[in-house]
């Protein structure tokens, strides 16, 4: 099964957020669990990683500031109230990928998935929506192919079963990072659902 789970950071909390990095990973509801990286995988990460499962990039937020997208005070001020690595990876890091370019790569990346996820459908899937068709474009998916990893958690009987991946400080409110934990959940809950035991794998360091 293709399925894409999506997480965005961004600037403020509507539809027409800046987005400052967006990150996603492919993977199977009932396949293989997906293991977030440790530190020393994630120094690959610098700006911009792209393959077959991953998909990250840091955001010229510039280009979303000249579309028109907002910045909210509140938001931006939790932003610089947070540790300095945060803020800096999150505002400040270079390199920077254009948003046109973002945006066309995305939908190349995201062709023929069967189901695009995210943490709560009318934040993350709703904002790169309505940055394709601020371009003049479809988004990359249909639908019907919309999945909300908050909804699926609450239906699952053995809540107390489900296991999230840590969040450690190091990669705390990093989008690619944060896919990986979600997709986790997901593959448990459908496990659980399907009355497959989880079998959970060993968690290793910086996970």
């Known amino acids: 099964m293709r399925h894409v789970m999506l997480d965005l950071e961004t600037l403020a909390c509507n539809r027409d957020a800046v987005i400052v990095s967006i990150g996603a990973r492919r993977f199977d509801p009932l396949g293989e669990f997906v293991i977030p990286p ?5 120094k690959e ?7 077959f499962e991953h998909f990250y ?4 937020y510039s280009h979303c500031l000249k ?16 540790k300095e690595d945060l ?20 939908e190349i990346w995201c062709r023929d998935i069967e189901g695009i996820w ?4 009318s934040f993350d899937i709703e904002i790169m929506r ?10 990359p998916w249909k639908f019907k192919d919309i999945r909300d990893c908050r909804t699926l958690l609450a239906s699952v009987k053995e809540q107390s079963s489900i296991i999230w991946p ?5 990669f705390k409110h990093h989008p690619l990072y944060d896919a990986y934990r979600q997709a986790h959940v997901v593959q448990q809950c459908y496990r659980l659902n399907h009355g497959v035991n989880p079998q959970l794998p060993t968690l290793g360091c910086g996970i």
């Open 166 to 170: 840590v969040e450690t400080e190091k």
């Open 87 to 106: 803020r800096y990876e999150a505002i400040q890091a270079m390199p920077r990928t254009p948003l046109g370019s973002v945006l066309k790569e995305f």
């Open 67 to 82: 579309m028109g997208m907002k910045v909210d005070a509140d938001t931006l001020r939790w932003w610089l109230s947070q």
């Open 38 to 42: 440790n530190e020393v995988e994630f």
């Open 57 to 60: 990039h840091r955001i010229d």
């Open 118 to 121: 995210s943490n709560g459908s």
């Open 45 to 51: 990460v610098d700006g911009s990683y792209v393959d």
């Open 130 to 139: 309505y940055y394709y068709e601020k371009s003049g474009k479809s988004q």
